[in-house]
């Protein structure tokens, strides 16, 4: 295994070698249009749902449809995280999250290692509507194995 690019140049060079191939499609802007067309969002571990379970096997469910007429807003500001390997595959993960427990868990199983090995910083931040408490988990996610990976090569990374 290596870093992801052996300088910032090589990687921009890299980066500018991809091609997008993207298909226009007709967008789901409701839920019903999303149930219609089984269409929906799961992130594989982070749900807690049963789909096979029926209903009227519990002791007690709700059935019926509400709308609220909400709309989740998306953030401006841009995300970054820093991550840093240590001893033994532990990894320094800073970000920008209110829900930095989160980022922990899924920078753990992105690296297939236990939650205890991770630990997340969260500097100051401002601006809090709930989005920042998911976002940085992506961002976490793809530079975390980046950064096991350069430690693992024997090659240290770049001081921060």
């Known amino acids: 295994m290596s870093n992801a690019a052996e300088s910032q140049e090589v990687a921009r060079y890299a980066a500018r070698l991809i091609k997008l191939q993207i298909e226009e499609e007709e967008p789901i802007l409701d839920i ?10 799961v992130l594989q571990g982070l749900s807690n749902r049963n789909p096979g379970r029926n209903p009227s096997s519990c002791p007690f469910y709700i059935e019926g ?23 033994n595959r532990e990894m320094l993960v800073h970000c920008s999250s209110q829900h930095p427990s989160e980022t922990q868990a899924i920078g753990a199983e992105v690296l297939g290692i236990g939650r205890n090995m991770v630990t997340t910083e969260v500097k100051r931040m401002g601006g809090g509507f709930g989005g920042k408490e998911t976002q940085a988990n992506h961002i976490a996610a793809l530079v975390a194995p980046l950064a096991d990976a350069s430690k693992m090569s024997g090659k240290d990374p770049p001081d921060p």
């Open 32 to 41: 019903q249009t999303a149930i219609e067309k089984d269409s929906f969002l």
């Open 65 to 87: 449809e509400f709308e609220t007429g909400g709309q989740e807003h998306w953030y401006l500001e841009t995300q970054a995280s820093l991550c840093i390997p240590g001893e």
